[in-house]
Each structure stands twice: as C-alpha cells, then as structure tokens.
T-cell receptor, first 115, second 112 residues
C-alpha cells in the first residue's frame, strides 16, 4: 500500500530564516506530487505540482520554491520566510495518468508559524 | 475569481439526520468531482468521487450528486454521526490538466 510522509509536523521560524519541508511517498512509482497551503480559515491553495523528476510547475507567484530531486521526494523551500508564509502545508500524491484526473492522497501536513 | 465555491462556511445537524453539503463550480470543462474530509491538524482524506458521465455515486452513508446543467455538486450523509464532524472540501478537476481545484470548505458539526 502507498504511504506519504511529511516532516516536520510543526515548525516555528523567525522572519527571514530559510525553510525546507520534505515529503516522501512510498509504494508507488512516477506519482504526481503536489504542495498545498491552507491559510487559517481558508481552503486549500495549490502551490506547486510535479509530474516527474525535475519537473515543477508553480501555480502562484510567491516566496517559495519546490524541487523534486528523486521520483518520490518533493521539497518545499524558501530562502527568506515572510510572516505571510505561515500556514498549514500539505503534500499530496496521485497516480500520474496522463489525461485523467485521479484522486489525490494527502500527507499529515506541517504547521508552519513565522514569527 | 473562485472557480469552486462552497457558500456555506458551516452546517450544524442533529445526529441521525441528513447532512447536505453543497458546492458550485463555474467551468463546464471540469469532468471529475471529489469530496474530502479534514480533521484539524491533519491532511484531508478522500471520501467519494464522481465523474461527469454520472449523476449519482453512493458509498455507504455517503452519496454524491452531480447536476451538470446547474454546475452543482452535493454530498449527502445519512445518517449523520458525531464522528462526521469535520471540514468538508469539494474538489473539481479536468483531465486536461490533471489538477484539482478545491472549495473553501464547510465545517460540519453533528450534535449528539
């Protein structure tokens, strides 16, 4: 069966510090990978998605970047955090079937607080 | 410009009764529709889905209805249980992009 891991679970960082959140998926190959953010009291905003190693699409201009160094590893980064980067960050995966929408399965999330 | 809207931020229902959660979308190109359930400080979990070729899909206590002409999606939970209390997100997608767009969520409270 497939599992998805995210770490850390919670993180408190000062403004201007760097960020690295990691997500790994087990039990599947060539998944599509996604990073979402849920701001307080709001829905899920898609930040990045990837259909393969080194292939990253950005959905919104922002202070963040993503990388996919391995097939089942997805990393969310920032060089300098802003207060507005606070939120609940979710990684998700889906089967990478071209031309079809598949269910996405979410990790446990990372609660990021920027002070 | 929100392509997916859940106009009710919250819903309160008595245990044993029906819960109806609604979702509206704007683009007729969407062809896959999903509902997710989310507890605080956890990732959303997939509940049920429906493709555009159907108008109803049932899984136990959960039924999703799709009205393509109205661009409207609903989730029925019968009977509602206190453990169903959570935030429910609808999501829509298109095979052209493979991406999902989520609504803002509706917080369901089922009272014992």
């Amino acid at each position: 069966s497939q599992t998805i891991h995210q770490w850390p679970a919670t993180l408190v960082q000062p403004v201007g510090s760097p960020l690295s959140l990691e997500c790994t998926v087990e039990g599947t190959s060539n998944p599509n990978l996604y990073w979402y953010r849920q701001a307080a009291g709001r829905g899920l905003q898609l930040l990045f998605y990837s259909v393969g190693i080194g292939q990253i699409s950005s959905e919104v201009p922002q202070n963040l970047s993503a990388s996919r160094p391995q097939d089942r590893q997805f990393i969310l980064s920032s060089k300098k955090l802003l207060l507005s980067d606070s939120g609940f960050y979710l990684c998700a995966w889906s089967l990478g079937t071209s031309g079809i929408v598949n269910e996405q399965f979410f990790g446990p999330g990372t609660r990021l607080t920027v002070l | 410009d929100q392509q997916v809207k859940q106009n009710s931020p919250s819903l309160s229902v008595q245990e044993g009764r029906i819960s109806i959660l609604n979702c509206d979308y704007t683009n007729s190109m969407f062809d896959y529709f999903l509902w997710y359930k989310k507890y605080p400080a956890e990732g959303p979990t997939f509940l049920i889905s429906i493709s555009s070729i159907k108008d109803k899909n049932e899984d136990g206590r959960f039924t999703v209805f799709l009205n393509k002409s109205a661009k409207h999606l609903s989730l029925h939970i019968v009977p509602s249980q206190p453990g169903d209390s959570a935030v429910y997100f609808c999501a829509v997608g298109s095979g052209n992009t493979g991406k999902l767009i989520f609504g803002q969520g509706t917080t369901l409270q089922v009272k014992p």
